[in-house]
């Protein structure tokens, strides 16, 4: 995450007030091989992804409706149906809403998607018809010469997207009021 290399991540570590517990866990000699390091930040890193407290603090209305501490209104269980419905907003096909292996949703298929809606004209950077190709274009540039990933964009979470004030939609942002016209 905006690192030049490992030696990089590892030199801000060293600097960083997360040293300390990091050679508490695994020893005084974690930060003086590189190797140790990788393998140090990245078991830490798996903890605290599986924390679900930590990492995934799930704690909407729909998850505790699926966690069966609450019930959904009237409205509420009718967008649900609207969502999940197949011949209707068929939403859940990419942002899956249901508990899968125990696991609360993050409302993605975590997929990658061309779904061939028209640019929105009003938005000034889609003047441009380099603008956001997908996969296949800027900023991106590694799979510039596949074209079969041109227009493919991810499957955004819709985790908490009531929280964030805007969405991506379709390619194109939308302000939270907005959201319920899709």
């Known amino acids: 995450m905006a690192n030049a290399d490992p030696a990089a991540v590892i030199a801000r570590l060293r600097r960083s007030p997360s040293a300390k517990r990091l050679i508490e866990?695994?020893?005084?000699?974690?930060?003086?091989?590189?190797?140790?390091?990788?393998?140090?930040?990245?078991?830490?890193?798996?903890?605290?992804q599986q924390s679900p407290a930590d990492f995934y603090p799930y704690n909407s209305k729909y998850g505790a409706w699926l966690r069966r501490r609450t019930e959904l209104g009237a409205a509420e269980q009718r967008g649900l149906a609207l969502f999940n419905e197949t011949a209707k907003g068929n939403c859940a096909q990419c942002h899956p809403s249901a508990i899968k292996r125990g696991a609360l949703s993050q409302f993605t298929?975590?997929?990658?998607?061309?779904?061939?809606?028209?640019?929105?004209?009003?938005?000034?950077?889609?003047?441009?018809?380099?603008?956001?190709?997908?996969?296949?274009?800027?900023?991106?540039?590694?799979?510039?010469?596949?074209?079969?990933?041109?227009?493919?964009?991810?499957?955004?979470?819709?985790?908490?997207?009531?929280?964030?004030?805007?969405?991506?939609?379709?390619?194109?942002?939308?302000?939270?009021?907005?959201?319920?016209?899709f």
Do not use: M
Not at 25 to 47: M, Q
């Open 25 to 48: 866990t695994f020893g005084a000699k974690v930060l003086a091989d590189e190797n140790l390091s990788c393998n140090g930040i990245l078991w830490a890193l798996e903890v605290f």
């Open 109 to 181: 298929d975590h997929g990658f998607i061309a779904i061939g809606v028209p640019r929105n004209a009003s938005i000034p950077a889609n003047a441009d018809p380099a603008f956001h190709l997908g996969l296949c274009g800027p900023p991106r540039t590694d799979l510039s010469a596949r074209t079969e990933c041109c227009g493919l964009l991810k499957t955004p979470s819709l985790r908490n997207v009531a929280l964030r004030g805007a969405c991506f939609h379709n390619g194109v942002l939308h302000r939270l009021e907005d959201e319920l016209k």
